[in-house]
T-cell receptor, first 112, second 117 residues
C-alpha cells in the first residue's frame, strides 16, 4: 500500500514551458486535491475533485488545469509556467465526507 | 475575512520544555479541526483531529489539543518536547460553510518548531 505518490519529485522549468504533475493513490479515495505550499502561507488549495471525471476550483486556481480521468489519478497541469508558480506542490486524497486528508511527498517546482 | 490563524510562526524550545501552539479560526457552522505535522523533508502527516465529542483530543507522539468553541480555538499542546519534535505544525479547518461541503481544508500559515537538545 503506497498511499499517495507524486511524480516528479523535483522539476526546473523555464518561463513559458508547460508540464504535468501526476498524483496517484491506491486507497480507493473518492476525493483528491492539489495544494501549493509557500513559505509563511501554509497550504493553499488549487483544485480538487470529488470523483472520477469531476474537478472544481480551489482558492488559487489561476494558471493551473486539472484532470481526473481515472479514480486513482489526479493530474495538475501548468500550460505556461511563470516564476510565481515556483512552489512545493502537494497532492492529497480522502474518503467521502469530513475525513482527514492523506498527503503525498510533494513536488518541488522552480520556474526560472 | 474568514481564516485560520496560527499566532506563532517560529518557536524555539529546549528538550523537556512544554509546548503550546495557538490556532484560531473565524468560520461559523460546524467545524472539523486538524493538526498536521511536517518533519523536515517529509510530507504532511495527521497529528490529531476533532470532529465532535470530548473537546480534549489526544493524538500521536504525546500531543493533545483542546477545542474551545467559545474562543474559536484549537490549541496544540505537549507537556515535554523532544528533539525529534522539530518540525512544522499546521492547523487546518473544514466546515459545512464552504460550497462543496466539508471536503475543503483551510490551513493556517504554519509554526516552525525547533527543539534544541
Amino acid at each position: 500500500n503506497a498511499g499517495v505518490t507524486q511524480t516528479p519529485k523535483f522539476r526546473v522549468l523555464k518561463t513559458g514551458q508547460s508540464m504535468t504533475l501526476l498524483c496517484a493513490q491506491d486507497m480507493n479515495h473518492e476525493y483528491m486535491y492539489w495544494y501549493r505550499q509557500d513559505p509563511g502561507m501554509g497550504l493553499r488549495l488549487i483544485h480538487y475533485s470529488v470523483g472520477e471525471g469531476t474537478t472544481a476550483k480551489g482558492e488559487v486556481p489561476d494558471g493551473y488545469n486539472v484532470s481526473r480521468l481515472k479514480k486513482q489519478n489526479f493530474l495538475l497541469g501548468l500550460e505556461s509556467a511563470a516564476p510565481s508558480q515556483t512552489s512545493v506542490y502537494f497532492c492529497a486524497s480522502s474518503y467521502v465526507g469530513p475525513y482527514e486528508q492523506y498527503f503525498g511527498p510533494g513536488t518541488r517546482l522552480t520556474v526560472t | 475575512a474568514q481564516s485560520v490563524s496560527q499566532h506563532n510562526h517560529h518557536v524555539i524550545l529546549s528538550e523537556a520544555a512544554s509546548l503550546e501552539l495557538g490556532c484560531n479560526y473565524s468560520y461559523g457552522g460546524t467545524v472539523n479541526l486538524f493538526w498536521y505535522v511536517q518533519y523536515p523533508g517529509q510530507h504532511l502527516q495527521l497529528l490529531l483531529k476533532y470532529f465532535s465529542g470530548d473537546p480534549l483530543v489526544k493524538g500521536i507522539k504525546g500531543f493533545e489539543a483542546e477545542f474551545i468553541k467559545s474562543k474559536f480555538s484549537f490549541n496544540l499542546r505537549k507537556p515535554s518536547v523532544q528533539w525529534s519534535d522539530t518540525a512544522e505544525y499546521f492547523c487546518a479547518v473544514n466546515t459545512n460553510m464552504f460550497s462543496g461541503g466539508y471536503n475543503k481544508l483551510i490551513f493556517g500559515a504554519g509554526t516552525r518548531l525547533a527543539v534544541h537538545p
